[in-house]
Structures are given as C-alpha cells and as structure tokens.
DNA sequence: TTGTATCCCGGTATTAGTATCACGTCCATG
DNA sequence: CATGGACGTGATACTAATACCGGGATACAA
C-alpha cells in the first residue's frame, strides 16, 4: 500500500466540495455547465456527488470558470479544520 | 481508451505551473514545504518538475496554502489556456 | 402514448496521481 | 576524507480520476 486510501474526511470533504459547485451551478444544466468547463457530464456528476472527492485541479479550475466561483473559496470552505492550512506562521 | 492521454499544452501547462510553485517555494526547503502541505517530497518534486501536469486540486491547495500563493492566481497564470487552447496551434 | 430533456447509476477501460525504495549528486560540515 | 543534509531521478505499487457505454427514472410537450 503505497497511495492514500482516501481518508474518510476527504470523502466527505468532497461530498462537501461537490455540493458547492453544485450549489453554484444553480439552475443551469449539467450539460450546459459541463460543456463550459470542457469536461463531461459523467466528470461533472462525479464530482458533485462526490463519487469524485478528489478532482484534479485544472479540472476544477476550470468548473470554478465555468461556474464563476473563486477556487481559493472552495479550498477554504472545504480545507477548514484541517492540517492542509498549516503552515501560516509567515 | 476513453480517457484523455493529456494533451502537449496540458503537459506543458504543468511545467509552468510546476515552476510556479516553485518560484513559491524560494529559498525554502522541499522538505519543509512538502511537509507543511502534507504531501511527500517526491509528489512535491514531481509536480514541481512538471512531471505530474495535473495534480490533484485539495493537493494544489496544500501546497498553496503552504506556500501562501492564491489558486486562483495559479489557475489564472496557467489556465489561461484552457480557452486559449481553441486557437492555440502552437 | 410517444418523444424529448434532464437527472441518476451501474460497469468498463485507460491514464495519471501519489507514495515508497533505491540510486546518485552537490554542498556544507565535522 | 567522512558524514550528513538536501536535491534529483528512476523504477515500482496501488489507488483514483476521467471518459465511454449501457441502463433507468422523472417531468413536460406534442
């Protein structure tokens, strides 16, 4: 075992994650938003049911896009309470 | 085959945002920064080198985090071509 | 009813990210 | 010179993300 199983918190931070953009994608399609970011709709319902709790980060960047949705927001409100914002003592 | 094999310009967008987060980086350590974002010193390496183009996106958030750089700055210096790539034929 | 459009889920296939191991190198220190 | 730190690279292992395929359910219009 050399990869990180996905802790049980990333699955749910991702639930979390996908219920943002879902959030944001308000009443337009998945299709249409899908289209915008350039990934498919399977991507995009992954990623919002969290079936995807990890995206990679251009794929999201650019849902973020498509969305009009500030990524440094969605790691905050996903990213609160873990050690992934350690290292602020600058 | 149904995944996309990473076309050049994504490989190459990894290397620029490869270098980005290395110019981040500066005189600190990988060690250090690879432990403040909780991510091992060879994944740090590879993203940095370029050698992983599209990292995971709670990954790139660590490591901006850790490195205090905005995603949405490493998003926007590196995903301008996402659109771009419709017209980039170079 | 039929047709269309949206959403949803299962499986499948391939690539890619992440982590560990082992090697070598450079630089600074003892 | 020897040692230790950090950097770099290659190989290896395993999980995960992405895309495609088929299915289904619901709602609205013709």
């Known amino acids: 075992m050399v ?3 996905l802790s049980p918190w990333e699955r749910r931070r991702g639930e979390h994650f996908g219920a943002l953009l879902r959030a944001a994608r308000g009443d337009r399609s998945m299709v249409e ?7 498919s709709v399977e991507t995009l319902r992954k ?3 969290g079936r995807a709790p990890t995206p990679a ?4 960047a650019a849902l973020g896009a498509a ?3 500030s990524l440094d927001e969605l790691a905050l409100a996903c990213g609160r309470g873990e050690e992934a914002a350690e290292g ?3």
Chains 1, 2 share one sequence.
């Open 33 to 39: 938003v899908a289209a915008a970011a350039g990934v």
């Open 3 to 5: 990869r990180t199983p």
């Open 88 to 90: 602020m003592s600058a």
């Open 67 to 69: 969305l009009g949705v």
């Open 57 to 60: 980060f251009f794929t999201v």
């Open 47 to 49: 990623i919002e049911t």
